[in-house]
């Protein structure tokens, strides 16, 4: 299987009335690569009116439920059993959604060409070689104590180590309090006393200024 049949299975769980206004992202591309379970599949926007279009869409379906979600998500199982995910609270290009991830493992997007019948895949440059060797470099601050969430997470339950080539600062500063949206699916906090790769990983996270982005 390629990354892009990979791609085509993800969107062919979504009705094909929306597929072309969805641009799928981050984990569910990112297992193609690791070998990880799939948790759920995150669908990213162009804009606000595509976001609420599909999510009207869903909505609408009896063989489609809504559940819970955080805050700019809509949550939706699939009549197979599927959790789709709808991230509502940043929008843009294909490359500017790739570009927003924390970890550069997870900059992975796909898009469907209707006219075509054509799934097309665009990974950040090293993002594939990330995800297939399970390393972890980051490339934006989500919010420090999110980003640390996401990267325990990432190493204790799927075996990622940090990169070997990411500079760290040589000091560690007070935590920047910006928790970011919370991570689907991550609900283990940093450990006391924390291990060796945590203060690691707080040396990298801090030497990135935070954005505003909350990326799942």
């Known amino acids: 299987m390629t990354a892009e049949q990979h791609a085509r299975s993800l969107f062919d769980v979504l009705p094909a009335e929306v597929r072309h206004l969805v641009i799928l992202g981050g984990g569910s591309l990112r297992a193609f690569y690791d070998g990880t379970e799939i948790k759920d599949i995150d669908c990213f926007f162009v804009s606000l009116a595509s976001y609420t279009y599909v999510a009207a869409y869903l909505s609408g379906r009896s063989d489609w439920t809504s559940e819970a979600a955080p805050n700019g998500i809509r949550n939706f199982r699939s009549p197979e059993g599927h959790l789709v995910s709808l991230i509502g609270f940043e929008f843009g290009t294909p490359h500017e959604h790739c570009a927003r991830f924390d970890l550069r493992c997870c900059a992975h997007v796909a898009i469907?060409?209707?006219?075509?019948?054509?799934?097309?895949?665009?990974?950040?440059?090293?993002?594939?070689?990330?995800?297939?060797?399970?390393?972890?470099?980051?490339?934006?601050?989500?919010?420090?104590?999110?980003?640390?969430?996401?990267?325990?997470?990432?190493?204790?339950?799927?075996?990622?180590?940090?990169?070997?080539?990411?500079p760290e600062q040589d000091e560690l500063f007070e935590d920047d309090d910006f928790p970011g949206h919370a991570p689907q699916g991550v609900h283990t906090p940093p450990k006391a006393p924390e291990p060796e790769y945590i203060l690691r990983a707080r040396r990298r996270v801090r030497a990135i200024p935070v954005t505003n982005h909350g990326y799942p």
């Open 112 to 166: 469907y060409e209707p006219s075509t019948d054509e799934v097309v895949v665009v990974s950040l440059e090293g993002a594939v070689a990330d995800a297939s060797e399970k390393l972890l470099f980051v490339l934006n601050n989500n919010g420090t104590e999110r980003t640390i969430r996401r990267i325990t997470h990432y190493v204790e339950d799927y075996g990622y180590t940090l990169h070997p080539d990411q």
